[in-house]
């Protein structure tokens, strides 16, 4: 256990701090809408990228239309085939790292042509996704479980997360981990949480863009802070617009917890 926590940095455990902060604020919070607007803080991602030490290239998008293949893998599981959420959360989250780590070696190298088509690639999968997924009305939760108890808890899955960045490399910038603990936080409003993917891929898309270039001019670090100067304007621009938005009154075909 020593030697594990010796390989630690300071991100890791900036990391550990933030994104525990994160995930308890989506488990105590009951309205769906304003647990998909925390899942949505880039925090696990900037973590990551700094934790890994890394440029911030194709593999870290890449990891963008993987981080939306769990999320919606997720989603049909539990609400279509009726899989209980924790199952489902993790079989979700095993395929992520066995897709990972086959396809990390195989990554073309980072050329401008190469970002470029990527980042427009999924910002149109995101976008084409969105378009076929108007919002609706789900019930809202919270969990029961003393904050005592839960911190903990949301700690130790965020540690473990940590033990596999090396084989995953860049697309553990976009390991589900809010995704992981959110689903399950959320297990009622799955649709709802499921539907600020795509929103989260298209604030990314710029963002991204954005670390990229700075970080020909700047370390990581003031890079990263230029990519949230970009994101945070970006978000609470979606979340005026949403609000102008009607929404269905559909239920979401949300699930009982397990």
């Not at 803080?41 to 900037?46: G, H, K, Y």
């Not at 890394?54 to 997720?74: R, S």
């Not at 073309?108 to 042509?113: E, N, Y």
């Not at 617009?241 to 949300?254: D, E, K, M, V, W």
Request: proline share 9%.
């Amino acid at each position: 256990m020593i030697d594990f926590f010796s390989t630690f940095g300071p991100y890791d455990y900036a990391l550990i701090v933030l994104v525990t902060l994160q995930a308890t604020a989506v488990a105590y919070l009951h309205r769906p809408q304003l647990k998909a607007l925390v899942f949505m803080l880039p925090i696990p991602f900037t973590c990551s990228a700094l934790a890994v030490g890394k440029p911030i290239g194709v593999d870290n998008i890449a990891g963008l239309f993987l981080f939306l293949f769990y999320m919606f893998f997720v989603l049909i599981l539990h609400i279509r085939f009726r899989v209980a959420i924790i199952p489902t959360i993790l079989i979700s989250a095993l395929i992520y790292c066995f897709v990972g780590g086959i396809v990390r070696p195989f990554i073309p190298r980072g050329t401008l042509c190469i970002i470029v088509s990527s980042l427009a690639a999924v910002a149109l999968v995101a976008l084409l996704i969105l378009r076929q997924m108007p919002p609706r009305q789900e019930p809202g939760q919270r969990t029961d479980l003393p904050i005592y108890l839960k911190i903990p808890i949301l700690a130790a899955i965020v540690v473990a997360l940590l033990s596999i960045k090396s084989l995953l490399g860049g697309f553990i910038t976009l390991f589900p981990i809010m995704g992981m603990i959110s689903a399950y936080e959320a297990r009622n409003s799955l649709y709802t949480l499921t539907r600020h993917a795509p929103i989260l891929i298209l604030l990314l898309v710029p963002t991204i863009s954005t670390i990229i270039v700075a970080q020909n001019y700047l370390p990581l670090p003031p890079a990263l802070l230029a990519g949230w100067a970009v994101y945070l304007p970006l978000m609470f621009l979606f979340v005026v617009l949403s609000r102008s938005t009607p929404q269905s009154g559909r239920g979401g075909g949300a699930t009982p917890s397990p």
